[in-house]
């Protein structure tokens, strides 16, 4: 009887396996075909990500009009990378689709009541954080692009930006979830909305601390531009906390 049981359980985490490879291949493959049809508009998607830089460099007096390449592979591997990057973005429904289906049997019908909420609310949020991001960029650029002055002439490679562009990307869409953690930890009876107010000026401080340190750039725009919507956030999150528990 023991040998049974212990040949279902083993069967059962075989199942687990399998199954965990399945969503890995699907996603996978989902993520390589788009990025395959990505590349097809490599130059479309190469423009939309060097116009904010095209702004700053066509204001003031600059050498060049356009970022530099530096490598003899970069006119290759930037394409590739662009793609990529934008193929995980296009395929992302059908990852989310995939872990769903991986993780949605073994939770109860009120935790999955609430996960796809959250999944929507966490895509949408952090799509906004990306968006601003993108549209503050170029006052950010064009303070350190003319901080020196005439001392240095800004030559700006265009690798280089598109990994500073990424990480801002990231790092807003990425922070613009703090809706969601608040009201996890309210979920869970770890904070409050009370214990919130209370500490408001605290954690409106450690925002405005998180957006100074997190921010890549050394001007002072982009982490004002990030602090002052997550504060707002914050304060949002204080108002459907509440009508989250009076439900």
Avoid at 42 to 63: C, I, M, T
Wanted: proline share 6%.
């Amino acid at each position: 009887m023991q040998g049974v049981v212990n040949d279902d359980r083993r069967m059962t985490i075989i199942e687990h396996l399998e199954e965990l490879r399945k969503v890995l291949m699907i996603s996978m493959g989902a993520w390589v075909v788009a990025t395959f049809g990505a590349f097809f508009f490599h130059d479309r998607l190469l423009a939309l990500l060097e116009k904010p830089l095209k702004e700053v460099l066509g204001r003031g007096n600059h050498l060049v009009r356009a970022p530099i390449v530096t490598t003899p592979t970069e006119p290759l591997t930037i394409p590739l990378k662009v793609s990529a990057i934008a193929g995980f973005a296009i395929a992302l429904p059908i990852i989310l689709w995939q872990v769903w289906t991986f993780v949605s049997p073994g939770l109860r019908k009120a935790e999955r009541k609430f996960a796809w909420p959250f999944i929507v609310s966490a895509v949408l949020l952090f799509a906004v954080g990306a968006c601003f991001a993108y549209l503050v960029m170029p006052v950010g650029l064009n303070f350190l692009a003319g901080f020196l002055g005439s001392n240095a002439e800004f030559l700006p490679d265009l690798n280089a930006y598109l990994s500073f562009f990424t990480i801002l990307i990231v790092i807003f869409g990425v922070t613009f979830e703090l809706p969601i953690a608040i009201l996890l930890l309210g979920l869970l009876g770890i904070v409050s909305s009370r214990f919130l107010r209370n500490r408001r000026k605290g954690i409106w401080v450690g925002i405005v601390f998180v957006a100074l340190v997190v921010t890549p750039g050394a001007d002072p725009f982009t982490p004002t531009a990030l602090f002052l919507p997550l504060i707002i956030l914050f304060e949002a999150s204080i108002v459907v906390l509440d009508k989250v528990f009076k439900r």
